[in-house]
């Protein structure tokens, strides 16, 4: 079997940097460019900030780690940061719409790259119909504290846990249509909603601090204690089987054991690197982008966690009513109900900014995943509005079936296990391009990358044993349906493999030598080219060799003395003026004349037509030549 057959059929053919940001076959940035810095720090901050931002605190302190969990969020914040680097790098290098899907292609092969890119569809679709069955509850619960009259017939079809739910439903089909009409529309209701959402977060620290006693902060760090009975991670297994201990919250363990459920909070950042097709400079943009949309989101949630410890405390916290949303139920206990209504606006907007994003980039990886023949090519089909229209109404009509037909809210940690599965292969991509394209323009360079890679992947594989077993099992049946799509259908229909399976092109003529100097002999042995000749005569054979000096580029005498572009070029490229005997005034010129207009038309060639006048430059009414407009 020749090599080239071996390419063809091999699972592991990599995608070419060059072919992937579209530098040597074209047209592959094809959506339209939308996106600037400041909206790059938006959009990561339209997902990464959603309604955890206003429970998750108060749960990881009143339940596993206490005040401590001020520590377990600059953790989770901490790993969040190691994996960023390793995605500003690679998108620094590999701008498309792809992200970890793209830059597994390229680094280690298209195998890898399909179960990188499945694991995201599975992450994004998972999480869009979550976050809509949320923004369900929320919604219901807010028209209960607004006062709004709920008729009997529509309370059993909203805030469902399961089964049909006309708000979740609603959510999700007015989102794919927006995005279907055009990014702009949605890019301008996304800032709207992120900035009216920022400034609820505002007023949420502003008002808490007022209630703030430094008492609750103590002790920091609580007595240890055995954690409840409950699903079992794979860590615990592990720690069990191995030692016999029990799982335990609060104290140092706790602290720790905090951060896994709070890196779900800041998970978005990665998504900014789906936009990079429609960035403009998206090398150096997207990696600022995704950096400074994460550093802010750690600030802000770091902020939230100490305004809401420092006013309940952690035994407060575990004593309010479970029904209500727990940063709107903490004001209320302490007579700040008006801040609880806002609190109650102020998640909805972030679920629906966080479901905007997602579907945002379920399509663009769709579109990528598509585009490279591994799912059917006709989802990549962009619509007038140069956006993936069709993926977008496919991605949009899965989620929403998914939403109503499964019980989405139990399975959540399927989100985080998809996005930290591909966090691996993103920080491994960083040292295996810089060996295998150590060429390659890197705007974004990982600092001391050998030692930050090997910390990033420890940190994400310790978050992902800390995932119930459960979800383990069920990763792994998503997975092995992936591997028989591939094989079943991708493999075949691989633009790679099209590509590699393509016949040769024609060969190219060989590129002609450098003309000589002016006043040099060509090279010896070089055939002179026949002299000057009519423009309408036959073409001469090629030649091979240097330019001889009467038919160089430049010299004084052109080799085409006759029709319309008659001038000689001087060398150098300047038209020459006509000499003029001594004595001899220079001829006057009107402003119509030729002069020495190198592209004016010589007197004695008649006009082109004009198409759209019907008369040339001498004026004179032109008949159209035959043929019709298309000639050859």
Same mark, same amino acid.
């Given at each position: ?229 409950? %699903? *079992?991670?794979? /860590?615990? #297994?592990?720690?069990?089987? =191995? +030692?016999? $201990? ?7 363990? @706790? ?67 479970? %029904? *209500?949303?727990? /940063?709107? #139920?903490?004001?209320?206990? =302490? +007579?700040? $109900? ?7 606006? @102020? ?78 292969? =993103? ?206």
């Amino acid at each position: 079997m020749t090599l080239d057959m071996r390419m063809r059929n091999n699972m592991f053919r990599r995608l070419p940097v060059e072919r992937a940001t579209g530098r040597l076959y074209g047209g592959r940035h094809r959506l339209r460019v939308v996106y600037r810095t400041r909206d790059l720090v938006v959009l990561g901050l339209g997902v990464m900030i959603g309604s955890g931002i206003f429970k998750i605190a108060g749960e990881q302190a009143s339940s596993t780690a206490g005040p401590g969990v001020l520590v377990s969020f600059l953790i989770a914040g901490g790993v969040c940061v190691l994996a960023a680097l390793a995605f500003a790098e690679l998108s620094s290098i590999i701008p498309v719409a792809g992200s970890a899907y793209s830059f597994s292609y390229v680094a280690f092969g298209e195998v890898w790259a399909w179960v990188v890119g499945w694991a995201l569809i599975m992450e994004l679709l998972l999480a869009a119909s979550v976050l809509a069955r949320v923004w369900s509850l929320y919604a219901t619960q807010a028209l209960h504290d607004f006062g709004v009259p709920i008729p009997g017939w529509l309370g059993d079809l909203i805030g469902q846990q399961k089964g049909p739910d006309v708000f979740a439903f609603g959510i999700l089909l007015l989102v794919a249509l927006m995005l279907a009409g055009g990014s702009r529309m949605s890019l301008k209701t996304l800032w709207f909603m992120v900035l009216a959402k920022v400034i609820v977060i505002g007023l949420v620290i502003a008002t808490a601090l007022k209630f703030f006693h430094p008492g609750n902060l103590t002790p920091f760090l609580p007595p240890s204690r055995p954690a409840p009975a409950g %699903d *079992k991670t794979v /860590l615990d #297994a592990v720690l069990g089987a =191995v +030692g016999g $201990g029990t799982p335990h919250v609060f104290g140092t363990w @706790g602290m720790l054991a905090a951060a896994p459920a709070i890196a779900f909070a800041y998970i978005g950042f990665d998504l900014i690197a789906t936009a990079s097709e429609e960035t403009d400079d998206a090398p150096r943009k997207v990696p600022r982008g995704i950096i400074t949309a994460l550093v802010t989101a750690i600030v802000l949630y770091v902020a939230v966690a100490f305004a809401l410890v420092g006013m309940m405390g952690m035994d407060g916290i575990a004593k309010l009513t479970p %029904d *209500k949303l727990l /940063l709107a #139920a903490a004001f209320d206990s =302490v +007579g700040a $109900g008006a801040m609880g209504k806002i609190v109650d606006v @102020g998640a909805m907007l972030a679920l629906t900014t966080v479901i905007l994003v997602l579907m945002i980039s379920l399509t663009r990886v769709v579109f990528s995943i598509s585009r490279d023949g591994l799912l059917p090519r006709p989802l990549a089909a962009m619509s007038r509005y140069k956006v993936p229209s069709r993926a977008t109404l496919v991605a949009g009509g899965a989620a929403l079936v998914m939403s109503q037909t499964i019980d989405v809210l139990t399975l959540e940690q399927l989100v985080v296990i998809g996005t930290l599965f591909a966090f691996l292969f =993103v920080a491994a991509a960083v040292p295996a391009l810089r060996r295998s394209r150590p060429d390659l323009h890197r705007p974004f360079r990982v600092p001391a990358a050998p030692l930050v890679v090997l910390l990033t992947i420890i940190a994400v594989g310790w978050l992902m044993l800390n995932l119930n077993v459960q979800t383990w099992g069920y990763f792994a049946v998503w997975m092995g349906v992936g591997l028989v799509l591939y094989m079943v259908y991708g493999r075949r229909k691989s633009q790679m493999k099209l590509l590699l399976d393509a016949p040769p092109e024609r060969p190219v003529a060989a590129r002609l030598a450098p003309a000589p100097p002016p006043g040099m002999a060509p090279p010896p042995g070089t055939a002179p080219l026949p002299g000057p000749r009519d423009v309408h005569s036959s073409p001469a054979p090629y030649e091979t060799g240097a330019w001889p000096a009467e038919r160089r580029p430049g010299a004084p005498e052109s080799p085409y003395p006759t029709g319309r572009y008659s001038a000689g070029r001087q060398p150098g490229g300047q038209f020459a003026r006509q000499p003029r005997r001594p004595g001899q005034r220079a001829p006057e010129r009107s402003p119509s004349a030729p002069g020495d207009d190198p592209y004016t038309l010589d007197p004695g060639v008649p006009a082109p037509y004009d198409p759209r006048g019907g008369r040339g430059q001498s004026g004179e009414h032109q008949e159209p030549p035959p043929g019709g407009r298309h000639r050859r």
